[in-house]
């Protein structure tokens, strides 16, 4: 049996499956990831007690790969694997590496040996995450760092964690209460997204709550017009 495709058009799907949502606390990101299908949360902070989802909590990374284990055996009905809160992996990461190395800090490692394992490990999580037949939501908080005089919100992921994160994921979603209000703002898309490309229902509905997911309709027409 040949492992090439026919060679004909295929059906465009271009659903969104890996999510990176991240705000302040009690912002609503964990109730948003809690909306897409069939959840289980991978928690880090205790808080998962506090909701109804089905729930693990981990405390070690050795932990969260033996659940990354049974969760890619299938035998299972989630389809959304939530990691709540992935800043805590990446320090249990490093932690692990450190106790691999007999050291505390990773540049106590000559040759940034160290580094280079907790950045290969985690290039090699991102992979295997992003493999999965489900939705993974990857829930991150916020910091205010200065640039130029002007304050500026962003994950509390490390900036180079951050980077391979989003390399795997379709939507960044910040999240963020003012008042009463809960808002859901799109701050990165790997798509142009139509509701009409859209083949999941129920993320069709989810991602209609976020502002600036979708591409206007006046947008879409001067793009074909222009012919870029």
Request: proline share 4%; with cysteine.
């Amino acid at each position: 049996m040949s492992l090439l495709p026919k060679n004909e058009p295929k059906t465009r799907d271009i659903t969104p499956k890996n999510f990176f949502i991240w705000g302040g606390s009690m912002s609503g990101k964990t109730y948003l990831a809690r909306s897409f299908p069939e959840p289980i949360i991978i928690n880090t902070d205790g808080n998962a007690k506090k909701v109804d989802t089905p729930s693990v909590e981990v405390y070690t990374f050795e932990d969260f790969i033996k659940i990354m284990g049974e969760i890619e055996t299938g035998n299972h009905t989630f389809k959304t694997v939530i990691i709540d809160l992935v800043d805590d992996i990446k320090t249990m990461l490093q932690t692990y590496v450190c106790k691999k190395y007999g050291v505390e800090n990773e540049a106590d490692v000559p040759y940034g040996k160290a580094f280079a394992d907790v950045k290969n490990t985690w290039q090699k999580l991102m992979v295997r995450l992003a493999q999965l037949p489900y939705n993974v939501i990857f829930v991150s908080h916020v910091i205010e760092i200065q640039e130029n005089n002007t304050t500026i919100e962003k994950p509390s992921l490390e900036q180079k964690f951050y980077n391979m994160s989003m390399g795997r994921c379709d939507l960044s979603i910040k999240c963020r209460k003012v008042g009463t209000n809960y808002l859901r703002l799109c701050d990165a898309k790997r798509d142009n997204y139509n509701e009409d490309d859209i083949k999941d229902k129920q993320i069709l509905e989810i991602m209609k709550s976020i502002t600036g997911v979708f591409t206007p309709k006046q947008n879409v027409m001067k793009k074909i017009e222009g012919g870029n």
